[in-house]
């Protein structure tokens, strides 16, 4: 079963536009990643957020985590007709470490 | 460093056969990890070596299995071949088995049965 769901499915954005997904879990995590397909092909790790963290930055991504809400949303400024991906959210909880992932946002980024 | 490398990258394969996935973590991981990917449901986990033990498996049939060797290479088998086993394969490397460790991820190897 998918522990993370994502919305919204597909989004789609002129360059330059920010684009915002989002992420809802259903149990206690130790910490959220975030990761971003290219065509069928291997994920790419973009960002982790720890259960203690509310907000972690890196370059044109910014990530939130609430875990009251048992939410996280990736946030990608400035976006370019590269950023154009599958972008899924993985949990992983307890003593287990597999990653438990979402259903995933296909973005497109429109020159 | 070098990423994680999968061989065979594509397979075609009827039902009823087997087939033998590989993977080659980063150089220094020990723990490798291995999803399913399918359209209908999704990215699922499948097992997790780590020194050469099963840490962890999901909720796949015993027909599907794995080794680790030595050098923290990885095999994954799937023996009787079904359609719904058309999927693409990813495995994933990490230094050791922290939770908190990033989990990185390999091209993936398509497998389509027929």
Request: glycine share 10%.
């Given at each position: 079963s998918q522990q993370g769901e994502e919305d919204p499915q597909a989004l789609s954005i002129q360059e330059g536009e920010n684009a915002t997904m989002n992420c809802s879990y259903k149990t206690s995590i130790n910490n959220l990643q975030w990761y971003r397909q290219n065509s069928g092909r291997g994920l790419v790790h973009l960002i982790l957020i720890r259960s203690n963290e509310r907000e972690k930055h890196s370059g044109r991504l910014r990530v939130t985590l609430d875990t009251s809400k048992k939410s996280s949303s990736l946030l990608i400024t400035a976006?370019?007709?590269?950023?154009t991906a599958s972008y899924f959210c993985a949990a992983s909880s307890g003593s287990a470490r597999q990653l438990t992932f979402g259903s995933g946002t296909q973005l497109t980024v429109l020159p | 460093k070098a990423g994680v490398t999968q061989t065979p990258r594509y397979l075609i394969k009827t039902r009823g056969q087997q087939v033998t996935l590989s993977c080659s973590p980063i150089s220094g991981h020990r723990s490798v990890s291995w999803y399913q990917q399918t359209p209908g449901q999704g990215l699922q986990f499948l097992f997790e070596y780590f020194s050469e033990t099963q840490r962890n498996k999901g909720?796949?049939?015993?027909?599907f299995s794995g080794r680790q060797f030595s050098n923290s290479r990885s095999e994954m088998n799937v023996s009787t071949?079904?359609?719904?086993?058309s999927a693409l394969y990813l495995c994933a490397s990490s230094p050791?088995?922290?939770?908190e460790e990033t989990q990185y991820f390999g091209p993936g190897t398509r497998l389509l049965v027929l």
């Open positions: 976006s370019r007709a590269a950023d | 909720n796949f049939p015993g027909r071949l079904e359609l719904g086993d050791s088995t922290r939770a």
